[in-house]
């Protein structure tokens, strides 16, 4: 009878032991969950704080292309005008020539 209660307490200890590694594990592993919950967050925040700055920059692409397409736009016009202005100019200088030779028709 005594040695099976020597057993006993001796498998009651042991059960003891292995109850407490057990809890010890279980809080290791709630801690290492806390720490994965944690950078998971982080690593959200920061995925979101990339998707932010990725829209923006898409925005000011966006800007940047249409203010080059005026540019562009406002180039050709000035060309153009450029040109019409060109054309008045030889205009003008053909009308002056004209007038020149009709002037020297009239002298006495």
């Known amino acids: ?12 200890e042991e059960g003891n032991r292995q109850i ?9 592993s709630k ?8 950078f998971m967050s982080e690593v959200e925040l ?21 203010s080059a397409d005026i540019l562009k736009a406002n180039a050709q ?6 040109e019409i202005s060109n054309l008045h100019t ?3 200088i053909a009308l002056a020539n004209k007038l020149q030779q009709d002037l020297v028709k009239f002298q006495i």
Request: glycine share 2%; charged share 15%.
């Open 1 to 12: 009878l005594q040695s099976n209660t020597v057993k006993a307490v001796n498998g009651m």
């Open 20 to 28: 407490i590694t057990s809890v010890e594990r279980v809080s290791h």
């Open 31 to 38: 801690s290492i969950l806390n720490n994965i919950e944690k």
């Open 77 to 82: 016009e000035a060309s153009s005008q450029s």
């Open 90 to 92: 030889n205009n003008v």
């Open 46 to 66: 920061r995925i979101s704080t990339i998707a932010s700055a990725t829209s923006e920059q898409s925005a000011v692409s966006n800007q940047i292309s249409t």
